[in-house]
């Protein structure tokens, strides 16, 4: 299972929101290249990198910042989501450097959009479903939708997607360990490679996940307090006790 630090920006710094609420912000970091520097240094092989200016405004804002996180990175990628509608904002962000793209809403409101761009850039497009209660949230979390999380999955589980990033948006950012059972639920249901986010608190949570087995987490809050290290996530799934 391939471990994926989180990088959520927000005017530039490096924050994380509970339940992707925008009043609920904590800042931990303001220099979004130095974050990068830290996770590839511990071993970080893929980061995931969250616009949350761009979730809410619906195209691309924080290009200065990650133009840093990937020039920090050197050869480790990076994907990167949030307010991506349209394919300029896809051309756009994978000018900045960025190998893969997380495509949420636009899946909801124009699923014949997600099948071309997903045609056209095979393996580069990541389908980004966040979910409460099993539905599928849409324009940063912001509304609520009637489509269920694994009724979308199989709708695009033909495309050539380079993963699918499952979130449960009622545990994300909360240190409430993740919804195994969800996660266990999407993988069982599709082919496409899925990987789990939010809520990952505690190497239980890793271990898991693991299980399922998913294909990748992604670790935020729980990496940022200090409850996980990413040096002891890695070394356990390496030696095979994650």
């Known amino acids: 299972m391939q471990i994926l630090p989180a990088i959520d920006l927000r005017g530039g710094q490096c924050v994380r929101l509970r339940q992707g609420d925008y009043n609920q912000e904590t800042v931990f970091g303001s220099d979004p290249g130095a974050m990068a520097r830290r996770w590839v240094d511990e071993g970080a092989e893929y980061l995931h990198l969250v616009d949350l200016d761009g979730a809410k405004e619906g195209r691309p804002v924080n290009e200065a910042s990650i133009r840093a996180i990937v020039k920090a990175c050197g050869a480790v990628p990076c994907e990167l989501g949030g307010g991506i509608r349209n394919e300029d904002h896809l051309r756009q962000v994978l000018d900045w450097g960025v190998t893969r793209v997380v495509v949420g809403t636009k899946a909801i409101t124009s699923p014949e959009w997600l099948e071309a761009v997903a045609q056209k850039f095979p393996g580069q497009i990541v389908l980004g479903i966040d979910a409460k209660s099993g539905r599928v949230a849409t324009e940063g979390w912001l509304e609520v939708s009637a489509v269920g999380a694994v009724e979308l ?90």
């Not at 495309?159 to 969800?182: E, F, K, W």
């Not at 939010?198 to 996940?209: A, F, K, P, Y």
């Open 153 to 242: 999955a199989k709708r695009f589980e033909h495309l050539p997607l380079a993963a699918l990033v499952y979130t449960d948006i009622s545990r994300d950012g909360m240190m409430q360990g993740a919804n195994i059972a969800a996660m266990a639920e999407m993988v069982a249901a599709v082919k496409t490679p899925i990987i789990a986010s939010g809520g990952v608190t505690n190497m239980d949570d890793i271990r898991q996940l693991a299980a399922v087995p998913m294909a990748g987490c992604i670790v935020g809050r729980a990496l940022y307090e200090g409850s996980l290290t990413l040096r002891e996530i890695l070394l356990a799934i390496r030696s095979g006790n994650g």
